[in-house]
């Protein structure tokens, strides 16, 4: 989060906010909840990897849509979301690496 963010006025913030980083421009920071760093690294992690291996970027889409599901015990069947989707359409590829 950068300087300047909103974020920095809200209630609590001491409790969630690290170091400033001053080459990145950025706060360091956690979440309350544990789960949701453990959360964010799969997503990271399953996004790098696709990225990698230049998956198809609705196919990633709904993979990530499944983890927060599956942590919260719920199932998703990737492939039928992937094949209900429709048409497939070239899609631009984002990454903050």
Same mark, same amino acid.
């Given at each position: 989060?950068?300087?300047?963010?909103?974020?920095?006025?809200?209630?609590?913030?001491?409790?969630?906010?690290?170091?400033?980083?001053?080459? %990145?421009?950025?706060?360091?920071?956690?979440?309350? !909840?544990? +789960?949701?760093?453990?959360?964010? /690294?799969?997503?990271?992690?399953? =996004?790098?990897?696709?990225?990698?291996?230049?998956?198809?970027?609705?196919?990633?889409?709904?993979?990530?849509? %499944?983890?927060?599901?599956?942590?919260?015990?719920? !199932?998703? +069947?990737?492939?039928?979301?992937? /094949?209900?989707?429709?048409?497939? =359409?070239?899609?631009?590829?984002?990454?903050?690496?």
């Amino acid at each position: 989060m950068p300087p300047g963010s909103a974020l920095l006025d809200a209630p609590n913030t001491q409790k969630w906010l690290g170091k400033l980083n001053p080459s %990145a421009y950025i706060y360091s920071w956690t979440h309350p !909840d544990p +789960c949701m760093d453990y959360l964010q /690294k799969k997503v990271l992690a399953l =996004v790098e990897q696709a990225q990698r291996v230049q998956a198809n970027p609705i196919e990633t889409f709904f993979h990530v849509k %499944a983890l927060p599901l599956a942590a919260n015990g719920q !199932d998703m +069947c990737v492939s039928c979301a992937v /094949k209900g989707y429709g048409v497939d =359409v070239v899609l631009p590829h984002l990454t903050e690496s």
